[in-house]
């Protein structure tokens, strides 16, 4: 099953400058290891010591964001697109 990842700018350092790479994962959890065996040290951006996403990192499925799914443990499936997006703050 291949899943297509939207790459923000400041973690393409570790994908060789690519914005999409393709990855496998039946959950958000297998293509977050998923990307860290191709891209290496990608995971440590990606999550905190205990494994979860940063908190200032929002990962969508589809669009969806999955703080409102089922967290990591959102099922994927073969063409679904998960993109992430850094949190942006201001006033």
């Keep these: 099953m291949t899943v297509k ?5 400041p973690l ?8 999409t790479i393709e990855c496998t ?3 958000v959890s297998e293509l977050i290891d998923s990307l860290e ?3 290496p040290g990608i995971k440590k951006s990606l999550c905190d010591d ?8 929002n990962f969508y499925v589809n669009s969806e964001d999955i703080r409102f799914l089922e967290g990591t443990k959102t099922e994927l499936k073969s063409g679904d697109e998960v993109s ?3 949190a942006v703050a201001g006033g």
């Design 5 to 9: 990842v939207l790459i923000p700018t």
């Design 12 to 19: 393409q350092k570790f994908t060789n400058n690519q914005a």
């Design 25 to 27: 994962g039946s959950s």
């Design 37 to 39: 065996v191709s891209c």
């Design 50 to 57: 205990s494994g979860e996403p940063r908190r200032f990192l």
């Design 84 to 86: 992430i997006v850094p």
